[in-house]
């Protein structure tokens, strides 16, 4: 039972704060404002470091809730000396504010709590992010254990941990998708996506506002989508962390992407051209001027073997230029251009040219002005490096021509044409013989066109090297096409994908499928694999 004093102070200070709300309130009215009573309304705490905690202390201005592209800011000082601030930051972030009055103690109260939430937000802004592999090591390097390991997380450290976890399963994007309940956490690992966990509301909405904040993200915008990036150090090296947002039904969706720098990966030799084909490629690139071309859908990897070309060719008495969309890997040395809403590919190409390199990489060719830019660059000088999207070799030809590319432009002017694949290897852990069946067999042969299939072939069983999938890296399976003096003769007449397939076939091209299947017999990767991935 508290004492009958005690009882009275709270009543007298009940009513005190009651007083003083009534008071904010009827002066807010008097001055066209609106009124909150932060102890009580609900704070969206990631507005709340929106200013700057400085400007907030200064000016005793509290961010509480954003709608839209508003923020409404609490104060219990008005009219106050914020204008000139506000409209800075206003013009900067694209932002409106809306000036809500509050009572002195619900706004210390809001101060408090500025304070309290500082660390979740602004502990990462001075001191790089640190990953050691030993915190990698520790307990990260199979998946179970990753999503053990983040249940058992607080919200403030989620980050490292999803970091390290994807550097210790080798994965290549973070994709985090908000659902109705919470949000899904999913590791892209030899290009397959695999779920994690999924993150309660709370610990997803900790872990966006600390992505966007490293990011340089807009906090506020959740109704566009948005690019950004942040470093965090590993090891001896800067990883760099692309991020992109997405505004979808449930709230705003991220992919992460990880970029080294300079990658040890990048090595012609190591992507797992044959032999035959690497070959062509280190002979077409000491040529001083041409393209080179290659050729895929979306995530064949056709990227990544213009970065080992660049790697090779990267000397300091050469000056290479890029213009990417966006930039995939960093390249010292290299000036690497992205594409953004001022430059295009082909407004990019032009000021590109005026700055006389040697060797130019474009992202894509896209559209008949790149085209155009393209050709006539690799016909005064330069050494032109891009990728088309097309099914095979022969299709860039065609592709060409369609962008009104006179076909004798093309002669003796494209040096090499390649396409590419990634197919995913057996893994190395729990590969193993397996029977292969009569109907197998008849089907192998047809899409293979090959003449007999062994009985057996190898197939990963699934381990916990592989997460269960069989699988572990991955590989190039491609083709080349180095135009033939007959080829140059059937350009002029416009032939056909097919008529270019036949011809080049006929100079000694071994067609995709055949690489893939040397694969298969090689116990490299599985005949399904290279199906899937070569069949469009
Ligand atoms: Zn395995």
Avoid at 381 to 398: E, Q, W
Avoid at 510 to 527: E, F, H, N, S, Y
Wanted: net charge positive.
């Amino acid at each position: 039972m508290p004492k009958p004093s005690s009882v009275i102070k709270q009543v007298v200070s009940v009513s005190r704060e009651e007083e003083e709300e009534n008071e904010a309130k009827s002066k807010a009215k008097s001055l066209g404002l609106g009124y909150v009573n932060l102890k009580t309304s609900p704070i969206q705490v990631e507005v709340l470091h929106f200013l700057g905690d400085e400007i907030s202390k200064k000016y005793r201005l509290i961010p509480y809730i954003a709608i839209g592209r508003t923020v409404r800011l609490a104060t219990d000082v008005y009219p106050g000396n914020f204008k000139a601030d506000l409209d800075k930051i206003s013009q900067q972030k694209k932002i409106s504010f809306q000036i809500v009055l509050a009572s002195s103690s619900s706004l210390n109260h809001a101060l408090d709590l500025l304070d309290k939430t500082k660390d979740l937000f602004l502990k990462a802004q001075p001191e790089k992010i640190i990953i050691t592999k030993e915190q990698i090591d520790k307990s990260i390097k199979d998946l179970a254990a990753l999503q053990t390991a983040i249940q058992q997380t607080p919200t403030t450290q989620l980050l490292e941990l999803i970091l390290a976890g994807a550097l210790g399963t080798r994965a290549s994007d973070i994709h985090l998708s908000p659902q109705k309940k919470g949000a899904v956490l999913r590791l892209r690992i030899d290009g397959a996506l695999q779920v994690i966990t999924v993150l309660t509301n709370e610990a997803f909405k900790g872990l966006s506002s600390r992505i966007k904040y490293l990011a340089g993200l807009n906090i506020v915008g959740k109704d566009v989508p948005q690019d950004g990036s942040f470093s965090f150090r590993y090891g001896n090296e800067d990883l760099d962390i692309r991020v992109s947002t997405l505004p979808t039904e449930y709230g705003e969706s991220f992919v992460l992407r990880v970029l080294e720098e300079n990658p040890k990966s990048l090595h012609l030799e190591s992507l797992g051209f044959s032999q035959n084909v690497e070959n062509m490629i280190r002979e077409a690139i000491m040529h001083p001027n041409g393209l080179i071309l290659n050729t895929g859908p979306t995530g064949s990897g056709k990227t990544t073997t213009l970065y080992a070309i660049l790697n090779i060719l990267n000397k300091p008495q050469k000056n290479i230029v890029t213009i990417e969309d966006p930039i995939e890997y960093k390249l010292s040395g290299v000036e690497q251009i992205p594409v953004s809403a001022k430059v295009n590919f082909a407004n990019g190409l032009r000021s590109i040219l005026r700055h006389d390199p040697d060797i130019i990489m474009i992202g894509e060719i896209r559209d008949k002005e790149t085209a155009d830019i393209a050709v006539q660059a690799s016909l005064t000088g330069h050494l032109v490096l891009s990728t088309l999207h097309t099914n095979n070799a022969a299709g860039a030809f065609v592709r060409f021509v369609d962008l009104d590319i006179q076909p004798f432009l093309l002669v003796g002017n494209v040096l090499l044409v390649i396409a590419q694949r990634l197919v995913r290897k057996i893994c190395p852990y729990c590969r193993a013989r397996v029977k292969v069946n009569e109907d197998k067999k008849v089907f192998y042969k047809k899409y293979f066109r090959v003449g007999s299939v062994p009985d057996e072939l190898v197939y990963g069983q699934g381990c916990v090297y592989c997460h269960g999938t069989g699988f572990l890296g991955r590989t190039v399976v491609a083709e080349a096409i180095k135009p033939s003096d007959e080829l140059n003769r059937l350009l002029q007449a416009k032939p056909n994908t097919q008529e270019i397939q036949v011809a080049a076939i006929k100079n000694g091209m071994k067609p995709m499928v055949l690489d893939g299947w040397d694969k298969v017999l090689a116990g490299i990767t599985t005949a399904e694999e290279v199906i899937e991935k070569t069949s469009f």
